[in-house]
Each structure stands twice: as C-alpha cells, then as structure tokens.
Nanobody, 115 residues
Framework: QEPLVESGGGLVQAGGSLKLSCTASESIFSPSVMGWYRKAPGVERELVALMFNSGSPNYGDSVKGRFTISRGSAKNTVNLQMNNMNPGDTATYYC?????????WGQGTQVTVSS
C-alpha cells in the first residue's frame, strides 16, 4: 500500500485552475505535516505548500496568493487548489508528509500549464 496517494493534475491553459488531493494511508500514523513540493526539469525541488496540525500553512513565494492548501473531508487528506496558473507552474508535484519524525513522499503527479 502506497503511503501517500495523489490525485488530480493534468494539463491546463495559462490562467486556469487545477486541484490536487493527497491522502495518507492508514499505514502512516496521523501526519503532523502534509503538503506539496514540486520538481521541474533542471530546477531544484521547490516548496509549494505545507499544512501543519497547528498554525498557519506555509507557502512557497512563487505560489503565494494563487494556491491554497486545505484539509480534505476524508481523514488525513489535504487538497491544493491552484488558481491563475502559469507555465512556470509546470512540474511534477509530490505529496509530502511527516509522521513520528519520518518523511514520506508520494509518487508524483504531473501538472502542465500551456501558454
């Protein structure tokens, strides 16, 4: 069983919106942190957004004001609503979680924004 299951992603035109979701499997004990990173070819991995058990979410500078992370209705699920997207958002998006000091990564979902 994959520890983190991602859904969403795909192709969208510039200015459009997409939504990603990530659910932690029951093999992961109640994550204290869940969120997303992204990786584009030739670019270092970049923080997108993280949600914590307490406190405010943390966003990468390039997505502030455009992307919103929130808790899903299902247990241990987070959603990433991506609005006003641009070609610079094209990347593989990886769900990330921390549970009991251990890191977990999803397999990644491709997001492509056409100009």
């Amino acid at each position: 069983q994959e520890p983190l299951v991602e859904s969403g992603g795909g192709l969208v035109q510039a200015g459009g919106s997409l939504k990603l979701s990530c659910t932690a499997s029951e093999s992961i004990f109640s994550p204290s942190v869940m969120g997303w990173y992204r990786k584009a070819p030739g670019v270092e991995r970049e923080l997108v957004a993280l949600m914590f058990n307490s406190g405010s979410p943390n966003y990468g500078d390039s997505v502030k004001g455009r992307f919103t992370i929130s808790r899903g209705s299902a247990k241990n699920t987070v959603n990433l609503q991506m609005n006003n997207m641009n070609p610079g958002d094209t990347a593989t998006y990886y769900c990330y979680a921390i549970s009991r000091t251990r890191d977990y990564w999803g397999q990644g979902t491709q997001v492509t924004v056409s100009s």
